[in-house]
C-alpha cells in the first residue's frame, strides 16, 4: 500500500518539478541573454553589420547554453502538459517566470524593483493563487 503511494506522490510531484524547470530554464535564458547582449552592445543599423552582430552572439557559448536551456524547457514543458491541465500549469509558468526574472535582474544587473514592480508582481502571484484555486 505504501508503494503505491509513494508511487502516487511521485507521480504528481514530477510534472511540477518539470513546471519548475521549465521557469528556472526560462528566467536563465532571459538573465544570460539580457546579459550578453549588454555586453556586445546595441544592434547595428547597417545588414550586412547586424548579420554578423547576431552569428556572432548565435557562436556565444552562453548563447549556445540559453538554446540548450530553451529546448530543455520545452521537453520539460511537453511533460508538464502531458499530465497537467494548461490551464492549471500555465498560470505557474507565466507569473513565476515573470517574478524570477525581476528579481533576478536586481541581483544581476542592479535594476530598480520600484514599487510599481512590487505592486504588479504581487497582484500576478494573487492571480496565480486564484487562477490555480478555481
Known amino acids: 500500500m505504501s508503494d503505491t503511494r509513494s508511487r502516487r506522490t511521485v507521480n504528481n510531484v514530477a510534472p511540477w518539478l518539470c513546471v519548475a524547470a521549465t521557469i528556472a530554464l526560462t528566467a536563465y535564458g532571459q538573465i544570460v541573454i539580457k546579459w550578453q547582449v549588454s555586453q556586445r552592445g546595441h544592434i547595428p543599423a547597417r545588414p550586412s553589420e547586424a548579420v554578423h552582430y547576431f552569428v556572432g552572439l548565435l557562436l556565444n557559448p552562453w548563447v549556445l547554453s540559453v538554446l540548450v536551456g530553451a529546448f530543455v524547457a520545452a521537453l520539460s514543458w511537453m511533460a508538464a502538459v502531458s499530465r497537467l491541465p494548461l490551464s492549471q500549469a500555465y498560470p505557474f509558468v507565466a507569473s513565476l ?11 544581476a ?9 512590487v505592486v504588479g508582481c504581487s497582484l500576478i502571484v494573487a492571480g496565480l493563487v486564484v487562477a490555480s484555486s478555481l
Open 97 to 107: 517566470s515573470f517574478v524570477l526574472v525581476v528579481v533576478a535582474s536586481r541581483i
Open 109 to 117: 544587473f542592479g535594476e530598480a524593483i520600484t514599487l510599481p514592480k
